[in-house]
Structure formats: C-alpha cells, structure tokens
C-alpha cells in the first residue's frame, strides 16, 4: 500500500511540474487544474483484449464506411436502415461535404471509443468519439513518468508496451499526408482545455504545433509561415478546432481560430485533414442507436461489442416506453458531450420528471434513453485507503488508408464521487493507467 500511495504522489507532483493539466470553462470563467492519476492500474488480459481489439476495428471500419455512404451515395438511407430525416436533422451534418472526398476516404482518422466493463464481464459501448476525441497523452506520460519513479513496476508485471502510440499517429500522418508537405498539429491555443495534450503530441511526433493565424491558404495549397513568415507547404493538419470554426470563409464567419479557405483545399485534396471536416453526424448519440446496424449493412457481420441498451423517442414504441420509466432511465442530451446534458431519472423530483417529459415530448429528436448499466467499480487511492468508484475506458482507434490500429492502452477515467456514474475530467473525475497484459 505505501509504495502505491508513494508512486501515486510522485507520479502526480512529477505531472504538476510537466504542466500536465486540463482546463474548463465555467461561468465564463477559464479555470486550470491537475487531471489527478491513481496508481492502481487496470488490468485488461491479453484474452479479453484481443476481443475488445477486433470489435472496436470493425466499429471503427463501420463508421467510416457510414460516413463516406452518407456523404456520397446514401444507399444505407435507400434501404431503410437509417432514417434520411434522422440523418439531416443532426447537428453533425455538414451539408458542404457532399460529394467531397477526404484523403484515402476516411474520415475518421483518430476515434475515441467509451466503454464500460459491466458487473458480468461484457463490454458495452457508451459513445463513439469521432471529431476530436482527446485523452491519449494523459496515460502516455502516466506510463513515462511512472517508469522514472518506479522503473521495477514494469520489470515485475508482463505489461503490454504502449510507448508506441505517437508512432501509430506519425505513421498514420505520414500516409495522409502522402509526401506533400509537413504535419502540423493546429491547436487553438493556450486556453484551450487540452493543449497540453496538442503540445505534447507535436514534440512527440514530430510535427509543428500550429497556433491560429499561423497558415495561410493560396491557390489551394496551404502553408505554414509561423513566427518567420518562411512559407513552408503543409500536408496534413491534424486539427483540435471543430468543424464550424476551421475556416471562417465556409462555416462560422466570426471565428478567428481557422483557416480561410482551408476548407476549399481540403476538397481539391491538397492537404488532409484529421479528422475530417463532418464527422460529427456519425458520433452523434442518436445516431449511435444504428451502430449495430450500419455493422451488418456495411460489413455483414454481427456486432463484436454492443451498444447499452438504448431507446429513441423517434420511434413510437421507443417514446412510449421512455415515458414510461423514464424515472430508472438515463436520458442524454444527443448536443451535449464531457457529460455535460446527462441525466439519471431517479435522481429528479416528480416535478423535475415532469419536465423533462414535456422537453421529450416536444423535442424527440433531442434526447435519447438508456438503460444504466451497473458498470465496474475499480480501486482507486482515496485519502491513502483503497475504495471503489466508477470507472469507464476511451480506447483509440487509428485508421489511415492502410489498416486500423487499435492501441494497446487507453484512458481510464474513474468518479471521484462515490455515488456517481459520470467519470469525465470535466466533471471532476481522475484517470489510471491501463495494463494489457502481454
């Protein structure tokens, strides 16, 4: 127990002087703090991760094969499978992407997949992050650091090696890029809640951190100028901005974090960027209902991992049944995410419930419902005695036009809060390592 507690403080004082912090707004005000790590790790054996693995490649596959469908040919909303006004009326949908066809054809280059182990065993699958999922560099210096303080950790225990992350991402860059021209990583900026992350991945890849007004679009190519002005092309833009802020001369006129006309480039092909421009209509939480689906259409295969039990007010069986229990149902907010809009019906007063019922009725496409998983508990380090909170894991997933990698670790996130299930860093939650076992 001593030595857990005593790498669990090093590991943390080791991060406070790295600057390995998030940031949230709130309130308007921008507030910075430690993403607190626990020493205990979770253990995954190499069996239960070899299933895990494959089916999240074939989610993964599934999705990108349902956004360039979506994108270009529809044939999954031709026959049935996908509503059409489902599809249009998500926040996700990029109706400027028609017809646009990204580098290699995918689009989801990084994928960050929520899961959580229930109390039998199973794995399911809480939400497909598609955009710009974030988390990775927080185990990665967990690892490197614990290696520093407690290098016989790792010569004890057969842990899988997950330094090979950044080249996993290099590698996946390199073929976007196809030679063209530098990798850039394009952060929006101090202030945002991950730049950490955005800094640490560019030192350890080996690409150009790149802040706003530091490229410039001409005749379709994009260049990098940065503090010299020395035009340097760029070849892919790993992006931490969203979509509707990327080029103010396509999407949101006001933004000062994109790119003029960096949307245009990308259509003519002369820069890649990851992840692509309209990925959000495919991590949409409604959406998420026709993963299992899209599964079967796309690759005619059954479901390796499942979707928690999930219900849309869309469909008239699905409202009825919500409205129903709504008071021993989750209900999500499908435009909100970092577990913002997530709420626990039996946690509400009647007249809470109430209301919530009106906000369904009159907004179906709004909300979804699910059943709550008693997911795992994990020890974690509470005032130096061991308890046990809630705990979920974000694997990522790395496609190019070569393969799909899924890497061997991952963010677990556990509540610091003994009676909640929201484990996101928002929400004040911690994060461990996670072992797969070799």
Request: charged share 30%.
């Amino acid at each position: 127990m001593q030595s857990l507690i005593k790498n669990r403080d090093s590991v943390n004082r080791w991060m406070e002087r790295y600057g390995v912090r998030f940031g949230v707004y709130k309130n308007g005000v921008f507030n910075e703090q430690l993403f607190p790590f626990d020493s205990i790790p979770r253990i995954i054996e190499k069996e239960d991760w070899k299933v895990l693995e494959k089916g999240l490649i074939q989610r993964v596959k599934a999705l990108n094969a349902f956004l360039w469908d979506i994108y270009h040919d529809k044939h999954i909303i031709a026959d049935g499978v996908v509503p059409e006004e489902f599809v249009y009326a998500s926040k996700g949908y990029m109706p400027e992407c028609e017809k646009v066809d990204p580098t290699g054809k995918v689009y989801s280059h990084i994928s960050g997949i929520d899961l959580v182990e229930g109390k039998d065993g199973r794995w399911f699958i809480l939400e497909d992050n598609l955009r710009i999922p974030s988390g990775a560099s927080y185990p990665m210096i967990a690892r490197e650091i614990t290696r520093k303080v407690s290098p016989i950790t790792f010569v004890e225990n057969h842990v899988a090696d997950n330094r090979d992350y950044a080249t996993i991402l290099k590698e996946m860059m390199d073929d976007m890029n196809g030679g063209r021209g530098i990798n850039v990583i394009l952060t929006p900026g101090r202030y945002n809640s991950a730049f950490f992350e955005h800094s640490y991945l560019a030192e350890k890849t080996g690409a150009v951190l790149a802040f706003p007004g530091d490229m410039t679009v001409e005749d379709d190519i994009v260049w990098y100028t940065g503090l010299f002005n020395e035009k340097i092309r760029v070849g892919a833009i790993y992006r931490r901005i969203s979509d509707e802020y990327l080029d103010p001369l396509a999407f949101e006129s006001s933004s000062l974090l994109g790119v003029p006309n960096l949307f245009q480039a990308y259509k003519k092909g002369t820069v890649a960027v990851i992840n692509g421009f309209g990925n959000g209509v495919a991590d949409d939480k409604g959406i998420y209902y026709f993963v299992p689906k899209m599964i079967r259409y796309y690759l005619d295969e059954e479901p390796i991992l499942h979707n928690a039990p999930t219900y849309l007010p869309y469909f008239k069986e699905d409202y009825d049944y919500i409205l129903e229990n709504i008071s021993r149902l989750v209900i999500k907010d499908v435009s909100e995410a970092g577990g913002y809009g997530v709420v626990f019906g039996r946690d509400l007063s009647l007249e809470k419930l109430s209301e919530l019922k009106e906000l369904i009725i009159h907004q179906p496409r709004r909300w979804i419902a699910q059943e709550v998983i008693d997911f795992k508990d994990l020890e974690i380090l509470e005032s130096n005695e061991k308890v046990e909170r809630k705990a979920d894991l974000r694997a990522f997933v790395v496609s190019s036009g070569k393969d799909v990698k899924v890497w061997k670790s991952g963010l677990t996130r556990f509540s610091r809060n003994p009676d909640s299930f929201v484990v996101n860093s928002s929400q004040g939650g911690g994060f461990k390592d996670t072992w797969i076992m070799d």
